[in-house]
């Protein structure tokens, strides 16, 4: 209940309300459970005006927190110093996080400042100040400012998941993975706090990020979450063996304009097979295409990958020529494999590789 509690009262940044779950007898259960620092009582109330402190009593009753709320955010700056008073010395926890709801809604430098010194003390429970986080966070309106608040989720990872809600909907937001991965590489001080935006994306996205990217330090970035993401989603090794499928139709390699990336990953011996047949048929297609380039990201690849060992076979005796990786393939997978691969480029009947798939089935 206490850890449901205190990411509910986290949350308050996108809601209206306290979730249901989070009722008030609940909340003050938490609030006995933390310490809370002296002024004891509510002496430090004597400063503000009754009204003002009838209303900050009321924040903390549910049946009249919305009118306090509303009166409060109506003064503004006026009613900051209440505000801010009860964020730090409130014994209720309730009160508190609506306390620092409304200062979020204020929208003055002053609640900036409030907000940011209330995070900043380390005199004060840690949820509170991770509730003065989450305020600014939700505070923010562009990207930059939010990207500006981003490290508040190495000090506070309860912030992780309201950070990747805002992150899609500020004016100019990174509405997709892409983004997100290009704004880590140009800011290293940024990849902790945005590694779980990226972490929730599907392997797909990420494959094809990794494959089509405009940016090259942007398809290495997530060649290298996907690496991270298979240790425990092994449909990473089936989004990449999709990626990299041969089509008869193709008129460039997948990974065209750019390094072929393979993530260094646990790979199974069949899903192993299945992608070196895969970059095989590749190798072909740009042997019939004049593509030496892209042969050679091929040969670089198998030479160096893992996966290459796990299905069965050592790197350094495939060859390098494209007639000798098909007829190893055929030797060691079957003629059936070099047939099927020769079918999908229309090349079974072509003398030289018919050939080639004769020299197979002779045993040759």
């Known amino acids: ?15 209206d309300s306290l979730p249901e779950e989070c009722d008030t007898g609940a909340v003050a259960s938490v609030s006995r459970a933390v310490p809370i620092p002296p002024p004891a009582g509510s002496q430090w109330v004597e400063a503000f005006s009754a009204d003002q402190a009838s209303m900050l009593a009321e924040l903390a009753d549910e049946a009249t927190t919305a009118r306090a709320r509303a009166a409060l955010t ?7 110093p209440a505000l801010e008073a009860a964020a730090r010395n409130d014994a209720s926890l309730v009160a508190r996080g609506w306390s620092i709801k409304v200062i979020s809604e204020i929208e003055t430098p002053g609640a900036d400042r409030i907000l940011s010194g209330l995070h900043d003390d380390t005199a004060l429970p840690e949820l509170v100040q991770t509730w003065a ?15 500006s608040l981003a490290p508040l989720v190495v000090r506070f990872p309860a912030l992780s998941r309201p950070l990747t809600m805002t992150l899609s909907t500020v004016e100019g937001g990174l509405d997709d993975v892409g983004s997100a991965l290009s704004v880590m590489v140009s800011d290293p001080s940024l990849q902790a706090p945005l590694a779980p935006l990226v972490l929730e994306q599907t392997p797909d996205a990420l494959v094809a990020v990794m494959t089509t990217h405009e940016d090259m ?10 690496a991270t993401m298979s240790r425990v989603d092994v449909t990473v090794l089936d989004a990449t063996v999709r990626a990299y499928r041969f089509q008869p139709d193709a008129e460039a390699v997948p990974w065209a304009g750019g390094p072929l990336y393979i993530p260094s990953a646990q790979w199974g011996s069949d899903t192993a097979r299945e992608l070196i047949e895969d970059l095989i048929s590749w ?21 160096s990958v893992g996966f290459v060992a796990t299905a069965g076979y ?11 990786l098909l007829v190893f393939w055929g030797q060691h ?13 229309g090349l079974r009947g072509q003398p030289h590789y018919k050939k080639l798939l004769e020299r197979v089935q002779g045993g040759r």
Not at 74 to 80: F, I, K, P, Q
Not at 133 to 147: N, V
Not at 333 to 345: C, N, Q, T, V, W
């Open 283 to 303: 190798h072909l297609f740009c042997a019939v295409n004049d593509l030496p380039a892209e042969q050679q990201q091929i040969n670089n690849n198998l030479r």
């Open 1 to 15: 209940m206490m850890y449901a509690c205190s990411l509910a009262l986290t949350m308050l940044l996108a809601c």
């Open 217 to 226: 330090a942007v398809r290495r970035a997530a060649a290298g979450f996907l």
């Open 333 to 345: 997978e079957g003629s059936r494999a070099l047939s099927r691969i020769l079918g999908e480029h």
């Open 74 to 80: 109506a003064m503004g700056d006026d009613a900051l």
């Open 314 to 324: 050592s790197a350094w005796e495939l060859p390098q020529d494209t007639d000798g």
């Open 133 to 147: 986080a989450a305020a600014r966070i939700g505070r923010a309106e562009t990207l930059d400012e939010l990207l």
